[in-house]
């Protein structure tokens, strides 16, 4: 089957570095996107590789491995609003996009 | 402002009951989705629509079903069939349908069943 297996939860200090992992089984996952939602709102992207290496945006980087079929978010400067859950997803082709269950990131002060 | 808007926020369900959720985007996007999303999981598929008049099953489409019979709607009845229809839905939207698209979610819908 297809799937995507990330942490249930993170905690991080206000100001530090976070990776979330990522790790996908399927045989044709197309690029990985992330998105992020905060409590009872709608989620949003963040960031999507379709190559393997790192791609920038702000204090948020991501990263693809697709021989090792993982990927990460990194969150830079961690701010008390960056505390929510960050999904990552795939494209399977077929139209179809595959969400993990999600990573809750907790910032603490 | 473009976006796409979901209705009611709130709704509650009785038993045997039908209940229809609105969802319409201005953004002309051809591609629409909805996502059914539990407490601590993840959004799960249930309809996807790639143009007008057309729509595909997801992974949890028994006891819903979906027209889209205009571009800018693609509504989501909760049917009678639908054993655990208590969820936090979600609509959502792309340009295309190709990897790299970004998904453009609505605010969602809770539905309670009572």
């Known amino acids: 089957g297809q799937s995507l297996e990330q942490p249930s939860e993170v905690t991080a200090v206000e100001g530090a570095i976070v990776q979330i992992n990522c790790t996908y089984q399927?045989?044709?996952?197309?690029?990985l996107s992330w998105y992020q939602q905060h409590d009872g709102g709608a989620p949003t992207f963040l960031s999507y590789n379709g190559l393997d290496g790192l791609e920038e945006t702000g204090r948020f980087s991501s990263f693809l491995s697709r021989s090792d079929s993982y990927g990460y978010l990194l969150l830079q400067e961690l701010q008390m609003k960056d505390s929510a859950s960050y999904f990552c997803?795939?494209?399977?082709?077929?139209?179809?996009?595959?969400f993990g269950a999600g990573t809750r990131l907790f910032v603490k002060a | 402002d473009g976006g796409i808007t979901q209705s009611p926020k709130y709704l509650f369900r009785k038993e045997g009951q039908n209940v229809t959720l609105s969802c319409e985007q201005n953004?002309?996007?051809?591609?629409m989705y909805w996502y059914r999303q539990d407490p601590g999981q993840g959004l799960r598929l249930i309809y996807y629509s790639q143009i007008v008049n057309d729509f595909q099953k997801g992974d949890i489409a028994e006891g819903y079903s979906v027209s889209r019979e205009k571009k800018e709607s693609f509504p989501l009845t909760v049917t009678s069939a639908q054993k655990n229809p208590t969820a936090f839905y979600l609509c959502?939207?792309?340009?295309?349908?190709?990897?790299?698209?970004?998904?453009?979610f609505g605010e969602g819908s809770w539905l309670t069943v009572v």
């Open positions: 997803a795939g494209y399977t082709g077929g139209f179809k996009t595959i």
């Open positions: 399927t045989s044709g996952f197309y690029g």
């Open positions: 959502a939207s792309s340009i295309g349908t190709g990897p790299g698209n970004t998904i453009y």
């Open positions: 953004l002309n996007h051809d591609a």
